[in-house]
């Protein structure tokens, strides 16, 4: 394929294709090559009337070339961390060192909200103080003990319209899912057990944990090398020692 000056060999094209995203490969698989051919022509046919007229040269321009540049850089790495097969050793280091990313938990809640919570208050519910909702908490989990159905004051109570609509269930969930508060609890409380309120940002939560497990390595290995991959990444992010400027971003 030849556009004005520059020539693409069928390796640079298949070079390029394999650059693509997995779907769009697939459609230049078939009749939809040609079809790509000739989008990169437009888009070459015109780059090079843009470098005639020194658009390449605005520092505008320059500015988001590299971005660019780098944004193809760090797919990539992430294309190469990804692929990457780490072996049956590394693995199991990985894994007896996050062990703790393997663990769930089966749990319901119930919330009471209070002013300036991130719960959004029920239609004709009253704003409730950090200690009324305390209170509150206190009242219900005393309801409880004494023997209400979990499920059904959730459905009546919790200012989690979400979770109060399933009888305050919040499914299975992992390390890094919840607020810190709310994790802890879930992960430390006895089975079936009805917990103190727990503070967090939406509110007072009252807690009962249903079934914790843990996945062993054979459980756990078909997941491994993705989580490697991304703790990969991740690492490389924080060696970077990113500095935001909160003043114009916010927090």
């Known amino acids: 394929m030849t556009v004005g000056s520059e020539k693409l060999t069928r390796a640079q094209f298949e070079d390029l294709l394999a650059a693509l995203p997995e779907q769009v490969r697939a459609q230049a698989a078939g009749p939809g090559r040609r079809q790509l051919a000739e989008q990169l022509a437009e888009v070459i046919s015109i780059a090079q009337e843009a470098r ?20 193809v850089l760090a797919g990539a790495l992430a294309r190469q961390i990804n692929e990457a097969k780490p072996d049956e050793a590394a693995m199991h280091a990985y894994f007896d060192s996050h062990k703790a990313d393997f663990e769930r938990v089966k749990a319901s809640h119930i919330l009471i909200r209070f002013k300036g919570s991130g719960a959004p208050l029920r239609p004709g519910q009253k ?23 979990f499920a059904v004051t959730a459905k009546a109570e919790s200012d989690d319209a979400g979770s109060g609509a399933k009888g305050g269930s919040l499914g299975t969930f992992g390390h890094g899912m919840m607020v810190p508060p709310f994790e802890h609890a879930a ?12 503070k967090s940002p939406f509110g007072y939560h009252i807690i009962k944990v249903e079934e914790r497990t843990s996945k062993n390595f054979e459980e756990a290995k ?9 703790a990969a990444l991740d690492d490389i992010r924080r060696q970077a020692q990113v500095t935001i400027d909160d003043g114009y971003f916010g927090k």
């Open 222 to 230: 078909p997941d491994l090398q993705k989580q490697m991959a991304r």
């Open 187 to 198: 992960f430390t409380l006895p089975l079936n057990q009805i917990s103190e309120p727990v």
């Open 127 to 149: 704003e409730l103080t950090d200690e009324e909702a305390l209170a509150k908490a206190q009242d219900i989990r005393k309801k409880l003990l004494d023997g209400a159905d």
């Open 52 to 71: 005639k007229r020194k658009l390449d040269q605005s520092p505008a321009v320059q500015r988001i070339m590299a971005l660019q540049t780098d944004q």
